[in-house]
């Protein structure tokens, strides 16, 4: 059973920082892109970053570049991610994303709460 559990979420102000983490088990493919997705209240879930597999290559999303970083520990099948500069608007559920490429295959966590007071 693949599981993705995600961890590192809190309460933080304006201007601070903080590392998500999202634990990757049970998945024994190597052709897939690990993404970090958010969704606030009332809002739609939108897409944050995501790191591939394959080349290590990275999307991040307008609002988030130059303040987040993508990056993986492969060893340990953990995706990070780095948030700096944290602004109110980030406020919100963070879920981990698993996809595979050759099925579509989509896997999520369960979310962790990040919230940045002004």
């Known amino acids: 059973e693949v599981q993705l559990v995600e961890s590192g979420g809190g309460l933080v102000q304006a201007g601070g920082s903080l590392r998500l983490s999202c634990a990757v088990s049970?998945?024994?493919?190597?052709?897939?892109?690990v993404g970090w997705f958010r969704q606030a209240p009332g809002k739609e879930r939108e897409a944050v970053s995501c790191i591939s597999s394959s080349d290590g290559s990275t999307y991040y999303a307008d609002s988030v570049k130059g303040r987040f970083t993508i990056s993986s520990d492969n060893p340990k099948n953990t995706v990070y991610l780095q948030m700096n500069d944290l602004k109110p608007e980030d406020t919100a559920v963070y879920y981990c994303?698993?996809?595979?490429?050759?099925?579509?295959?989509?896997?999520w966590g369960r979310g962790t709460q990040v919230t940045v007071s002004s």
């Open positions: 994303n698993l996809r595979r490429w050759s099925t579509a295959t989509t896997y």
């Open positions: 049970g998945f024994t493919y190597a052709d897939y892109a």
